[in-house]
């Protein structure tokens, strides 16, 4: 497309706001670890390098509780949810949510890792204990969801800017469904709901690269996650879109602003 890039390893870089070079015009976030993510486009932002995505979006979509609380307040339809921070706490929520099973998920975490479809009392102490043992801080919010049964598949739709681009089916007989555990990727048409979905989720969390977990349910379609840092190998094929052009075009489109 003609655009001169410029790739940088996180790891490798002293982020020194005296001493940087800033010889661009917009960044693109796309580090696979959240943390050193986060800590350049806030470092970025400080030096008045539009990022996308942007420190809101990324604060928001990257702990779950966080993005369920935004979900929750813009109507947006969303499992139940709660978070605790000991058993009884926990079996407190989980009677409220209208008991088991429940889906208990890390506020921090990606591709389907560290999930635990809780069936029982007993897994729920099991769980509890190695969150607690050998758990790192960010373990210790007990992220709490009601379990929704899905039709062997759920819906990721990618937004990029205000407009949702296209959307996959993720197909597997596990009641995990990301790709990264092996789901199989089918197109998704887009259609009025998931439309008037991403209008919602862009006036709550703001436009930006947003891939967006939803579930069917027998109430309609129903929003589990909002991905900031989103992959995509393997998805432009089953939809025919170049999804890497559209990021592309709009990282150029939002240099042009500044």
Not at 64 to 69: D, E, N, V, W
Not at 74 to 102: C, S
Not at 138 to 155: A, F, M, S, T
Request: net charge negative; glycine share 6%.
């Amino acid at each position: 497309m003609g655009v001169e890039v410029k790739l940088f390893d996180i790891r490798e870089q002293i982020f020194d706001p005296l001493n940087f070079a800033v010889d661009f015009d917009v960044a693109l976030e796309r580090s696979v670890s959240t943390v050193k993510g986060d800590y350049l486009i806030h470092f970025l932002e400080a030096l008045n390098i539009p990022v996308i995505n942007s420190s809101r979006i990324s604060g928001l979509c990257e702990d779950k509780f966080l993005t369920s609380l935004c979900l929750q307040k813009a109507g947006i339809r969303t499992p139940r949810f709660a978070l605790a921070f000991n058993l009884e706490g926990a079996e407190k929520a989980i009677e409220e949510l209208g008991g088991y099973p429940v889906v208990i998920k890390p506020v921090l975490g990606s591709w389907g890792r560290l999930l635990a479809k809780i069936n029982d009392r007993d897994a729920l102490e099991a769980i509890l204990e190695h969150k607690e043992v050998l758990g790192s801080p960010q373990q210790k919010p007990l992220y709490i969801q009601e379990y929704v049964k899905k039709p062997g598949r759920d819906i990721r739709m990618f937004i990029v800017g205000c407009e949702p681009l296209c959307a996959i089916y993720r197909e597997s007989e596990h009641w995990i469904t990301n790709t990264a555990r092996g789901a199989r990727a089918r197109n998704c048409p887009l259609n009025d709901e998931l439309v008037r979905i991403s209008e919602q989720l862009v006036m709550a969390i703001g436009p930006g690269l947003l891939a967006v977990d939803i579930f069917e349910t027998e109430a309609g379609l129903c929003v589990n996650e909002v991905n900031h840092t989103m992959e995509f190998r393997n998805s432009e094929e089953p939809t025919g879109v170049s999804i890497s052009s559209a990021i592309v075009s709009y990282c150029m489109k939002v240099a042009r602003q500044q």
